[in-house]
Nanobody, 129 residues
Framework: QLQLVESGGGLVQPGGSLRLSCAASRFTLEHYAIGWFRQAPGKEREGVSCIWGSGGGSTNYADSVKGRFTISRDSAKNTVYLEMNRLKPEDTAVYYC?????????????????????WGQGTQVTVSS
């Protein structure tokens, strides 16, 4: 069973930074697309960023986080990171990482379609003064 474990959440002031980690076990990250999702109270879950493909990989970001968040992958550590800068109160949510299979035909237009088969337990991010 593929496993994903998130860490790095916490309380941060507006304008601050956090780095979330998504550590994978029992599979090789590069063989899957890894996405970060978030869900705030009373809101639907939304895709934040994802990375897929070999080498440096292809990436995609939600408009709400472009220019502030950066997704990256450390293959040696089998871990994906989400660097979050200039955080805003509206970034407050539980953040999840998830994995899905992809093919050479997978593009930015289809990467979010899923299915996202494997999920971590989530980590809370709270942006507040």
């Amino acid at each position: 069973q593929l496993q994903l474990v998130e860490s790095g959440g916490g309380l941060v002031q507006p304008g601050g930074s956090l780095r979330l980690s998504c550590a994978a076990s029992r599979f090789t990250l590069e063989h899957y697309a890894i996405g970060w999702f978030r869900q705030a109270p009373g809101k639907e879950r939304e895709g934040v960023s994802c990375i897929w493909g070999s080498g440096g990989g292809s990436t995609n970001y939600a408009d709400s986080v472009k220019g502030r968040f950066t997704i990256s992958r450390d293959s040696a550590k089998n871990t994906v990171y989400l660097e979050m800068n200039r955080l805003k109160p509206e970034d407050t949510a539980v953040y999840y990482c998830a994995a899905r299979a992809y093919t050479p035909k997978t593009t930015i237009a289809t990467i979010w379609d899923g299915p996202w088969d494997y999920w971590g337990q989530g980590t809370q991010v709270t942006v507040s003064s």
